[in-house]
C-alpha cells in the first residue's frame, strides 16, 4: 500500500475515533446543562404552585393552569409532557392536571425523583409545604429532555461530518506534496543507466530520507568498488592469457612446421609445458574469482591441519621432486592442538597448496622447505633468496611476477592465500627467517573463528 | 636475416626463435635488456623482436636509448599491450611496427619482412637484381627465369649480400648474418664454402671477391 493511502486511511479512522470520544464528552456536557436548567424551572414550577396555594386557599381552578402553560412554551414539546398534582394534609388530590398522568403521591419525599409512568420515564420533584398542609408534585418526561441533548449534538455532529471529506482532501494534498521528494529520488533512479553510480545528493533531501539516502549511497560506493575490482581483474586476466596462448600459438607454429622427428617432439614437449602454464594460469584465475564471492561460504567446520598438511604436500610433491627439495612438517608438543580454529578445509588446503608451491618454486634446488605449527601460527619458509623491499612491498598485486624468474607462474597465488587467510581471520605477513635468509611467510590469527 | 629476440618468457622466447629459424632465420633470443643491449652492439642485427614488459628496465625506455645512440636497427614491439596509447608511444620511442600477442609465426615473419622491405628503400615484395629473382615471402630463387635450389644457410648469405647489393661486406659480418650464438664457433672457411655453393648453383658472376675486404654481390648479368 502506499505512503499516501496509508496516511489517509489512518487519518479516515482516527479522525472519527478522535470525534466519536468529543461527542461523548459534548453530550454528557450537554445532558447535565439541560438538567440543570430543566431542574430550575421545575424547582421553581413547585415554588410557584405552593406559593400559589397558600395565598388563596381555595384557588385551586387558577392554580392549576399557569405553571404548567409556561413550562409548555420551551418550543414543540407537548403540553403532555408536563405534569403538576397538589396534595393535601391527609394524602387527598386537590388538584393538577386533569387530563395528564397522574403523578403518584409520596409523602415524606422531597426532592427530585425518576418514575416511570405509563410506560415512559419522568423526572418528578416533590416539595412539602412547612406547615406540612399541602404537598406539591411537578414532573416532565424524561424524553423530553433527551430530545433536546440529542438535538444539541446533532447540530455539532453535522458541520463535523460535512467537513470530512474537505479534511481528507486537504490531507491528500498535503502527503502528496510531503512526499514530493520521494517521487523526485525515484524519477533520478529510474533514469540511471546500470553504470551510473553516482551518490544521490542528500543536502536536500528531508530528513527522514537522509538515513535511507546514506545508506543507498554506502551501497553504491561498496557496488562500484566491486565492480571496479571485477573490471581490473578481468582486464589483467585478458592481459595475462595473452603471453601463455602467445606461446602455445608460436609452438604449434613450430610444430606444425618441423622437419625432423626430433625436432618436432622437442616441440611438442614445450608445448605442453606452455599448455600446463595456462592451464594453472586459467586454474588460479577461477579459484580467486571464486573467492572474491565466497563471502559466505560456511566457516563452521573445526579444522583438522594433518588432512590439509597431507593433502597440500602431496599435490606440491611431483614440483618438489623435480627441483629436488624435501619437505618437512614440525608440529607443536604432543597433546597441544596446532592452530585450533574454525573454517572451511578445502580452502585451506587451496591456501596451503599455493604457499608450499611458492616456496618449492622459488627455493634453490636440494633444500629443504618447512612447514611449521605452533599454537597460534602457521609459518612456510624456504631457503631462497631474502625478498627485496620493493618485493616485498609489491606482494600480492595481482598478476605480479618478480623479475627474472626461470619459474612460470601465474602471479596470483599470493593474491588467493591472502584472500582465504582474510576469509579465515588470519593475517599474512612475508619476511626473512631468522638467521636472514630464505622467505618465511607468517599466519597468524587476527581475529581467527575459534 | 638475423634477428634478435628479447623477451622475458623462456617459454615464448624459445617458441618465437624455433618458429623463425624455421622459416629461414638467424635467431638469437635474450630475456632482459642489458643482454640484448650488449648483443646489439657486438652484433649487426638486421630486426629486432622487442618486448616491452622486461625485468630490470621496459622494453621501452631500452628502445629509446637504442634510438639516441643512433642505432636505426628496424623493431617490432611484440606485447601483451593493446592500448592505443601504448601502441602510439611504442611507434613513437622509435619502433617501426608494433604487434599485440599472441600472433602467429607466419604474422611475425611477414611483419619482418616488411619492415626490411622498408629499411631497406625496397617497395616491391620481389628482389630483384640483374637476372636473380628472390622472393623473402617464400625463399624461392629464379636466377634467367630458371628456379634455383638453396640451403637455409645460403638463402641467409645470398639475403645478406642482396640487402645491400653496392656494398663490400667483410668476413665478420656475412659470418654474423649466418651464425646464432647459440651453436657451435662456424668453422673458419665455411664462409668460402657457402660462396663456393652460391656460384656453383647461381653464377660465378654472382658474389664478387674484394681481396682484404670482403664480398659484394656481383653485376647479376652472368658470364657471355
Excluded at chain 1, 376 to 390: H, I
Amino acid at each position: 500500500m502506499s505512503l499516501q493511502r496509508r496516511l489517509l486511511l489512518y487519518l479516515l479512522i482516527c479522525a472519527p475515533l478522535v470525534w466519536a470520544a468529543a461527542l461523548l464528552v459534548s453530550v454528557d456536557r450537554a445532558r447535565h446543562q439541560v438538567n440543570e436548567l430543566f431542574d430550575t424551572q421545575m424547582i421553581r414550577l413547585a415554588g410557584q404552585v405552593q406559593a400559589t396555594l397558600s395565598s388563596t386557599q381555595n384557588g385551586a381552578t387558577s392554580a392549576k393552569q399557569a405553571p404548567a402553560e409556561g413550562a409548555a412554551g420551551s418550543g414543540d414539546s407537548d403540553v403532555g409532557d408536563l405534569a403538576v398534582a397538589v396534595w393535601d394534609a391527609r394524602g387527598q388530590w386537590v388538584t393538577g392536571d386533569r387530563e395528564g398522568v397522574r403523578l403518584p403521591h409520596r409523602p415524606g419525599v422531597a426532592g427530585f425523583v425518576n418514575e416511570r409512568l405509563d410506560g415512559e420515564d419522568w423526572r418528578v420533584y416533590y416539595q412539602q409545604s412547612a406547615a406540612g398542609e399541602w404537598s406539591v408534585a411537578a414532573g416532565q418526561k424524561a424524553y423530553e429532555r433527551d430530545e433536546l441533548v440529542f438535538d444539541l449534538t446533532a447540530s455539532q455532529l453535522t458541520p463535523w461530518l460535512l467537513v470530512l471529506p474537505l479534511l481528507l482532501a486537504a490531507m491528500a494534498w498535503a502527503v502528496r506534496r510531503a512526499l514530493a521528494p520521494v517521487r523526485e529520488l525515484t524519477a533520478e533512479l529510474q533514469g540511471r543507466d546500470a553504470h551510473d553510480l553516482r551518490p544521490v545528493p542528500e543536502s536536500h533531501a528531508p530528513s527522514e530520507l537522509k538515513p535511507l539516502l546514506g545508506a543507498m549511497n554506502g551501497l553504491f560506493t561498496r557496488i562500484e568498488d566491486a565492480l571496479a575490482r571485477e573490471r581490473r581483474f578481468t582486464a589483467d586476466a585478458a592481459h595475462e592469457l595473452r603471453t601463455p596462448l602467445a606461446v602455445l600459438r608460436a609452438q604449434w607454429d613450430v610444430v606444425r612446421r618441423a622437419g625432423s622427428q626430433a625436432e618436432r617432439a622437442q616441440a611438442e614437449a614445450r608445448l605442453a609445458l606452455g599448455l600446463d602454464n595456462m592451464d594453472r594460469l586459467v586454474t588460479q584465475m577461477l579459484a580467486l574469482s571464486r573467492l572474491e564471492s565466497a563471502v559466505n561460504a560456511p566457516m563452521t567446520a573445526d579444522v583438522h591441519w594433518p588432512a590439509i598438511v597431507e593433502q597440500a604436500m602431496g599435490d606440491c610433491l611431483s614440483l618438489a621432486e623435480r627441483r629436488g627439495i624435501e619437505l618437512a612438517c614440525e608440529w607443536p608438543q604432543p597433546g597441544r592442538h596446532p592452530l585450533p580454529m574454525t573454517g572451511d578445509e578445502q580452502l585451506l588446503t587451496v591456501m596451503l597448496r599455493n604457499l608450499l608451491d611458492n616456496a618449492v618454486r622459488y627455493a634453490p634446488p636440494g633444500t629443504l622447505v618447512m612447514v611449521r605449527f605452533t599454537e597460534d601460527r602457521l609459518e612456510v619458509e624456504n631457503a631462497g633468496d631474502p625478498l627485496a623491499p620493493d618485493q616485498l612491498a609489491r606482494m600480492g598485486e595481482r598478476f605480479h611476477r618478480p623479475a627474472g624468474q626461470q619459474e612460470g607462474g601465474s602471479g596470483l597465488g599470493v593474491s588467493i592465500v591472502q584472500r582465504i587467510a582474510a576469509l579465515h581471520g588470519l593475517s599474512v605477513s612475508f619476511g626473512p627467517r631468522e638467521g636472514g635468509g630464505g622467505v618465511r611467510v607468517v599466519l597468524r590469527f587476527a581475529a581467527a573463528r575459534r | 636475416m638475423r634477428i634478435l629476440i628479447v623477451e622475458d618468457d623462456p617459454l615464448l622466447g624459445d617458441a618465437l626463435a624455433a618458429g623463425l629459424r624455421q622459416v629461414g632465420h638467424v635467431v638469437d633470443c635474450f630475456g632482459d635488456g642489458a643482454r640484448a643491449d650488449a648483443a646489439l652492439a657486438a652484433a649487426a642485427y638486421d630486426a629486432l623482436v622487442l618486448d616491452l614488459g622486461l625485468p630490470g628496465g621496459d622494453g621501452m625506455v631500452w628502445l629509446g636509448r637504442w634510438r639516441a645512440r643512433g642505432s636505426t636497427v628496424p623493431v617490432l614491439i611484440l606485447t601483451a599491450r593493446d592500448g592505443v596509447e601504448q601502441r602510439v608511444a611504442g611507434l613513437d620511442a622509435g619502433a617501426d611496427d608494433y604487434l599485440v600477442k599472441p600472433i602467429t609465426i607466419d604474422e611475425l615473419a611477414a611483419r619482418l619482412r616488411a619492415m626490411l622491405r622498408r629499411s631497406s628503400g625496397r617497395a616491391q615484395s620481389v628482389w630483384q637484381h640483374g637476372a636473380l629473382e628472390y622472393d623473402p615471402a617464400t625463399k624461392a630463387v629464379r636466377w634467367k627465369g630458371g628456379t634455383v635450389e638453396l640451403t637455409g644457410r645460403e638463402l641467409a648469405l645470398l639475403e645478406a649480400l642482396l640487402m645491400y647489393p653496392q656494398r663490400v661486406l667483410s668476413r665478420t659480418h656475412l659470418q654474423e648474418k649466418l651464425y646464432d650464438w647459440s651453436g657451435a664457433e662456424p668453422e673458419s672457411n665455411t664462409l668460402e664454402v657457402h660462396i663456393h655453393h652460391l656460384r656453383r648453383k647461381i653464377d660465378p658472376s654472382i658474389v664478387r671477391t674484394v681481396r682484404g675486404v670482403g664480398y659484394a654481390l656481383g653485376t647479376g648479368e652472368g658470364a657471355t
